[in-house]
């Protein structure tokens, strides 16, 4: 059975009310003005310094670290808990479990934060390792977050499926000629999903759990591109 890297924000959780509210206390602060809702939808899944770089039209570093100290600043005590755990998601957890299949979390999130959220809300016990992004930027990548946790976990490529909801998941499992899944479910559409390369989109969990008991879990990697 494959080891399987789950994202957090949009795969596991619906983050947007306290990612939005959180982005909103950023630029309203810096004198932005508002944002949109497909601009906060955007934010979801990618880097939050890619984000801020995007939303704010800049390439000024300083500015962006200002912007991420300011989300930080709500989000920290306040925002992360404004999130909720899709419905199906516990008992798709369970049966991969019981399938023989080990889970991870892979989230570009702070590996600091997602350790929170995982916590708070009961799913520690599905995922007992969460790999995510250091507050400084560091592994600020899906393809370095992959990485890191194939290291970790002393796996071969062909013994891990990557399964998230936006392209950069796609991408970054590709990298490694890691099983890519795309879920249809969260903030990617799935055209996005489809030109990043995924092997399956699915609509639903339990469309994941039929794709995941049809694939050969004998295959090897696939090709990195």
Not at 120 to 131: A, D, N, S
Request: aromatic share 6%; with cysteine; hydrophobic share 45%.
């Amino acid at each position: 059975m494959r080891h399987l890297f789950f994202d957090l924000d949009g795969t596991l959780t619906d983050p947007a009310p306290g990612i939005g509210a959180c982005l909103l206390h950023a630029v309203r602060t810096l004198g932005r003005g508002e944002l949109t809702e497909a601009e906060i939808r955007r934010c979801i899944g990618p880097p939050l310094r890619d984000g801020f770089a995007q939303l704010l039209g800049t390439e000024d570093v300083a500015l962006v670290e200002e912007a991420v100290r300011l989300y930080r600043e709500r989000f920290a005590d306040v925002g992360l808990y404004e999130n909720s755990v899709y419905p199906g998601v516990e008992p798709a957890l369970r049966q991969l479990v019981q399938a023989g299949h080990a889970l991870s979390v892979v989230t570009s999130k702070p590996r600091v934060f997602a350790d929170r959220i995982i916590d708070h809300f009961g799913l520690r016990e599905f995922f007992p390792h969460v790999y995510g992004a250091e507050l400084s930027g560091g592994l600020g990548t899906k393809s370095e977050l992959v990485a890191a946790a194939l290291s970790a976990e002393g796996l071969a490529p062909s013994g891990a499926g990557m399964i998230g909801d936006r392209e950069h998941d796609i991408i970054g499992a590709r990298a490694h000629g890691v099983l890519a899944i795309g879920v249809a479910w969260g903030y990617g559409p799935r055209a996005e999903l489809e030109a990043a390369g995924a092997d399956h989109v699915v609509a639903d969990f339990p469309e994941l759990l039929a794709v995941l008991r049809r694939i050969d879990v004998g295959a090897g990697p696939r090709d990195p591109r």
